[in-house]
């Protein structure tokens, strides 16, 4: 069977990884613009061509990223650019669309080319992808769609990409040859073992995953799904089908429900007529605008004799208000200087008492015993104790009695040289205080005086606000219910003019969900086609393994394979070459050809007859364990890959991709990682590393430390 079509030929444009210092840019399009047929990375080891590969894979769903120290420290994300084709609906010749969308035969598909661009961090959690239409050059200007890369999530990247391949809501069983086996739902990295070859599936002699058996059942459900085997996939399509007509009747409903409200809301259902109404509605509210500018003008001229009296006014009100602030500031002034007016007072008061206190209460006044009335002698310390009350005075000696004075004989210059020092301050503190008294004085005349010029501004200038009002209201007031009338009309404009503007939101978002509904229509009648194809083919898995193992052989002659014979693949997909399994050949070499083989075969066939398969694949060293040149002096190969060791093979690999890819699979898109691809191909090299001691680039990370 040959398809018309190579939907959905996934197409990758180019990678960009986001840097701290700059970013790196790999380019799979030609000066065209469009995506090359071959696009190779070539160049030493360990210069970051492998990690282009990882990344793309990466930015498609997988699980990790390189680590490598220079990607860790110089790459905070990355992008990826792709074009993939998706179906549309063909119109006719009069230019409408098809009237009936869900029959079987009324849809005629077309394929309309479109751009995305994923985004996707390697710092913190890396579960989130943005989506972006566009480009790598330009994106589009609306928002980007966020999408997991959980599989199980509602809104995941692996959906959105399985809805682009025609393989969305597809659930594989955990074991097919049970009837009632459970299932789980296909993701889009089940099918990246036909899309992507490492460098170690190459030979690792597990090309089917035949030593997982879990992973070699899905893969052979995978590929029964690519090719449409009818033994299964007709049941699937089926619940394709029937899954996806119930969620385009649910939305039709939906659809029919809010053209119902939209109708109901008076919202005109064509956007022609809609618009008419926002030109009429503009028209109207700049006419409103225009008519109260006029209105305002009018009432201008009108007043402009009452000028002067309107520039009094001002001039007085302005007068108040600045009266208004000078009395406040001196009433503030005033409640500030009170406090410290109460703190002289009361530290007058408090020298006066101390000044009273050292006449009053002397301690060493007495001079006559209250016994006797003799004099008493004069009073000294003898061995810590008082003279005249034999009291001992060790912690607490008086200056006087230390001194030898008596009581009564320097008493009075005593307290004469306490009087002269507390005088002495207590004056300083009355003429501070008097000096203070004064200065409040005259901020509290300046406080009567501000408020009482308050008060007479706001007197004339409510006497001259009246008679402006006299000389301007006769002609002002004609013109208030007109301006009245006008500033309405504006509103009602405003009004109008908002809810035009909603009804087109509204109606731009029901097209939007109405082209959803037509989107399902389309991918249901894609899925009654393909139906429909399977059963008029009705090809068995019998007859799919004998096309893969014709081009499976084929491939191999095409590459030069020593000893070709009894090529094919089984049942398990396992490769089988000279009649024997393909990990039992024993040659290195041989093991690359025939995983080379076996991947090239899915594919070819896949995209020729127009599967399901992304339309791309990407091949990690081709060469792998084959010796791209025979330079002189080489030692000679030995043993059974003496057969692999020459640089035939290698040129027949390209040929052969070279001839496929401009003939039968001309649309295909294949990325492959070489270190030295042969010169017939170099016009396809898109990036080249030259390494340590080699021409710049260094590699992928060029200004990495140390390079």
């Known amino acids: 069977m040959t398809a018309t079509s190579h939907w959905p030929a996934f197409r990758i444009l180019g990678l960009r990884l986001l840097g701290y210092r700059k970013n790196y840019t790999i ?13 190779i990375i070539a160049g030493e080891i360990s210069t970051g061509k492998t990690t282009i590969l990882e990344f793309i894979d990466f930015c498609l769903g997988s699980s990790s990223h390189p680590q490598h120290p220079e990607i860790v420290d110089s790459v905070k994300a990355a992008q990826l650019s792709i074009e993939v084709d998706i179906p549309v609906q063909n119109l006719d010749s009069s230019g409408t669309g098809l009237s009936d969308l869900v029959a079987p035969d009324a849809v005629r598909l077309g394929y309309s080319r479109q751009r995305y661009v994923f985004q996707r961090g390697v710092e913190g959690s890396t579960r989130d992808v943005l989506i972006f239409s566009g480009d790598l050059t330009s994106f589009d200007s609306v928002a980007p769609r966020l999408l997991s890369t959980d599989s199980s999530a509602e809104d995941s990247l692996s959906k959105f990409l399985l809805q682009l391949c025609g393989l969305d809501g597809i659930r594989l069983k955990v074991a097919p040859t049970k009837p009632d086996s459970a299932t789980h739902a296909l993701s889009f990295r089940d099918i990246a073992p036909l899309w992507f070859l490492s460098n170690t599936r190459l030979d690792n002699k597990n090309i089917a995953f035949e030593h997982q058996p879990p992973k070699a059942l899905k893969l052979k459900q995978v590929v029964d799904l690519l090719f449409d085997v009818f033994d299964e996939s007709g049941a699937i399509l089926s619940g394709q089908i029937a899954e996806l007509q119930s969620e385009l009747s649910a939305e039709r409903n939906g659809l029919k429900a809010v053209w119902r409200f939209i109708r109901e809301q008076g919202v005109p259902d064509n956007p022609v007529e809609l618009e008419a109404l926002q030109v009429d509605a503009e028209g109207v509210f700049r006419q409103a605008l225009l008519a109260l500018e006029h209105i305002d003008d009018v009432a201008r001229e009108r007043t402009a004799f009452a000028e002067e009296a309107r520039s009094e006014y001002l001039n007085k009100v302005q007068e108040a208000r600045e009266s208004e602030n000078r009395a406040r500031e001196r009433e503030t002034l005033l ?3 009170a406090p410290l007016r109460a703190q002289y007072s009361d530290d007058l008061k408090k020298l006066t008492m101390l000044k009273e206190a050292k006449r009053l209460f ?6 006559v015993c209250p016994a006797c009335a003799s004099d008493i002698p004069s009073a000294e310390v003898v061995n810590g104790h008082c003279s005249l009350c034999r009291s001992e005075i060790r912690h607490l000696e008086h200056s006087a009695l ?10 009075a210059a005593s307290v004469a040289i306490d009087d002269v020092d507390v005088t002495k301050e207590l004056n300083s503190t009355r003429r501070r205080l ?3 008294n004064g200065y409040i004085a005259a901020v509290e005349v300046e406080a009567i005086e501000a408020r009482k010029s308050v008060a007479q501004f706001d007197a004339e200038s409510a006497e001259l606000q009246r008679r402006l009002d006299l000389l301007t209201r006769d002609a002002i007031t004609p013109l208030l219910s007109e301006r009245d009338a006008v500033t309405a009309a504006v509103s009602d404009a405003v009004t109008v003019r908002s809810q035009l503007l909603q009804h087109q939101r509204m109606l731009e978002s029901t097209s939007e969900k109405d082209r959803s509904v037509q989107d399902l229509a389309v991918r249901l009648s894609d899925l009654r086609r393909r139906l429909a194809e399977s059963e008029a083919n009705r090809r068995g898995r019998t007859a799919l393994l004998d096309s893969l193992s014709a081009r499976f052989s084929e491939i191999l002659e095409s590459f030069g394979y020593p000893k070709l014979s ?3 693949i089984d049942k398990n997909l396992l490769p089988h070459v000279r009649g024997i399994r ?3 050949v024993g040659s290195s070499g041989a093991t690359t050809l025939i995983s080379l083989a076996w991947e090239l075969a899915i594919f070819e066939l896949a995209y020729e007859e127009g599967r399901r398969h992304p339309g791309f694949l990407m091949v990690d060293s081709p060469q792998k364990n084959l010796a791209p040149e025979t330079q002189p002096g080489q030692a000679a190969v030995s043993g059974e890959d003496e057969g692999f060791a020459g640089e035939a093979i290698v040129r027949r690999i ?9 003939g039968a699979g001309a649309g295909a898109q294949i990325i492959l990682v070489d270190n030295v691809p042969p010169p017939s191909v170099e016009g396809a090299v898109v990036a080249r590393y030259g390494g340590a001691g080699g021409p710049a680039p260094y590699g992928l990370i060029d200004d990495a430390p140390g390079q």
């Open 335 to 337: 409640r500030r200087l």
């Open 654 to 662: 390209y040929r052969h991709l070279d001839l496929w890819l401009r």
């Open 582 to 584: 393909y990990d039992q």
């Open 27 to 39: 380019d799979f399009t030609d000066e065209a613009g469009h995506a090359r047929a071959l696009s």
């Open 402 to 411: 230390q001194d030898g004075l008596h009581p009564g004989a320097d008493a």
């Open 566 to 568: 009894e090529a094919f």
């Open 362 to 367: 002397d301690p060493l006044s007495v001079i």
């Open 434 to 436: 008097k000096e203070l």
